[in-house]
């Protein structure tokens, strides 16, 4: 019984296999293009889902092991006053993570534009992206230093 049941299964896991679109002979094998027919929010919204779940999950992966570090020190006989002044980002700090993501989110934009005038998407789109991104630590880098003197 075990083994119908699973042979039913891996048999049913198979069938989206099989409703695959097909060229005839009208169409030439090259002109199937999945991502000509889907609309550009198709494609983008699971990109950006994901990317929202991975800077939820570390978030709250950042915010549960500072909970416990200030719990450690807390109970190795450390003020709650200081452990709180330890473990809090001031002011300036938050306001220069702020400025990094704009500036990291405008140099991915920056790329994604460039990719966009360059089609067709090849390796060169992977190169532009690495260099806006390189560019853009560089603006961060060249901020913080101009503002620390």
Do not use: W
């Amino acid at each position: 019984m075990k083994r119908l049941l699973a042979f039913i299964i891996i048999s049913l896991g198979t069938v989206p296999v099989f409703a695959q679109n097909r060229p005839t002979m009208d169409t030439p094998p090259n002109a199937v293009d999945p991502l000509a027919s889907e609309p550009i929010a198709g494609i983008m919204f699971p990109i950006l889902f994901m990317a929202f779940l991975v800077f939820m999950l570390t978030l709250l992966i950042k915010y549960f092991l500072d909970f416990r570090l200030k719990n450690k020190l807390i109970d190795r006989g450390m003020s709650e006053q200081l452990t709180a002044y330890l473990l809090d980002k001031n002011d300036r700090e938050k306001q220069q993570e702020v400025i990094k993501l704009a500036i990291l989110f405008c140099g991915i934009g920056l790329g994604l534009l460039l990719t966009y005038f360059t089609a067709p998407i090849h390796i060169h789109s992977l190169a532009i992206m690495a260099f806006s991104l390189g560019l853009s630590y560089l603006a961060y880098f060249l901020y913080l230093r101009r503002s620390n003197t």
